[in-house]
């Protein structure tokens, strides 16, 4: 599958999709939920308010991608590459990102509650409103990330703050 595919608003729950390329695909509103994209090819993709949940996308290509609104929760999400990735508004509670590429993502008002983030890169990544309570962020490079609050950093799991930043704000 190449170029701009329309599969918008289809349904492939728990298919098997490894390695697919759907580079620049229309998958806004796919149910993509429990489906195997392991190491597939989605650069580009638009996977606005799709359904994502508990689907294993380890190793997958999500540069520029569009997961506006996307539910990821529970997603496996380890060694993907979102650099530069939308996700804001997206849902990805409980998610794995171990050592994924988060450079330069916009994770405006994504909700992280528990999400794994141990040594992902999100350095120059947008963070403004994100909930990230009880996420782990153990070895993260947040150099330059963008939109944080104290309040934010107080929920985090697994960072000195203060080294990687310096002190909180008064």
């Known amino acids: 599958m190449t170029g701009r595919a329309d599969f918008s608003n289809s349904r492939f729950p728990r298919a098997d999709l490894t390695g697919a390329n759907l580079h620049g695909a229309d998958l806004t509103g796919a149910n993509l939920s429990g489906a ?25 290509d999500l540069t520029g991608a569009n997961l506006h609104g996307a539910d990821l929760t529970g997603a496996a ?17 409980g ?8 450079t330069s993502a916009d994770l405006t ?12 890169d999100l350095s120059g990544a947008d963070l403004s409103g994100a909930d990230l309570a009880g996420a782990n962020l153990a070895g993260a490079d947040l150099r330059g990330v963008r939109g944080t609050t104290e309040q934010q950093v107080r929920a985090v799991a697994g960072v000195d703050w203060a080294t990687k930043f310096g002190p909180l704000p008064e």
């Open 36 to 60: 195997d994209l392991t190491s597939a090819n989605l650069h580009g993709a638009d996977l606005t308010d799709a359904n994502l949940s508990g689907a294993a996308l380890g190793g997958a």
């Open 77 to 93: 999400l380890s060694g993907a590459d979102l650099t530069g990735a939308d996700l804001t508004l997206a849902d990805l509670s």
């Open 95 to 102: 998610a794995d990102l171990y050592d994924a590429d988060l």
């Open 109 to 120: 008002l994504a909700d992280l509650p528990e999400a794994q983030l141990t040594r992902a």
